[in-house]
């Protein structure tokens, strides 16, 4: 699979986003797609997944604010993001595998497919 995220930007507090994850190569509906995101000096860190079951999992801090999604015929997923922060500020990554949500915050050595990132800064 081959991902590749879209969406990232400037934004002000408060404001909302939606980030967008264009995925190539096998069809996807097997997958869950999950996004992480990172600051530089920090670990990567798990928000929120989706399986193909269309369970679904948020991380507590974006809870109540951001949305994940899936079109399976389009192959995308998609972070609604609203009520942005400062400290959501990030490069946000989408990845895939063949595994399931389990309830709980999506683990980097789960995904093998992962995009390059885009951009989210948070700012006034």
């Known amino acids: 699979l081959h991902l590749v995220e879209s969406g990232g930007g400037l934004v002000q507090p408060g404001g909302s986003l939606n980030l967008s994850c264009a995925i190539s190569?096998?069809?996807?509906?097997?997958?869950?797609l999950a996004w992480f995101r990172q600051v530089p000096g920090k670990e990567r860190e798990g928000l929120s997944c989706i399986d193909s079951d269309g369970d679904l999992y948020y991380e507590n801090s974006v809870k109540g604010r951001f949305t994940i999604s899936r079109h399976n015929a389009e192959k995308m997923a998609y972070l609604q993001m609203n009520s942005l922060k400062p400290e959501d500020t990030a490069v946000y990554y989408c990845a895939a595998d063949l595994a399931a949500c389990y309830g709980r915050t999506p683990q980097i050595f789960e995904y093998d497919f992962w995009g390059q990132g885009t951009q989210v800064t948070v700012s006034s």
């Open positions: 190569g096998l069809p996807i509906d097997d997958y869950a």
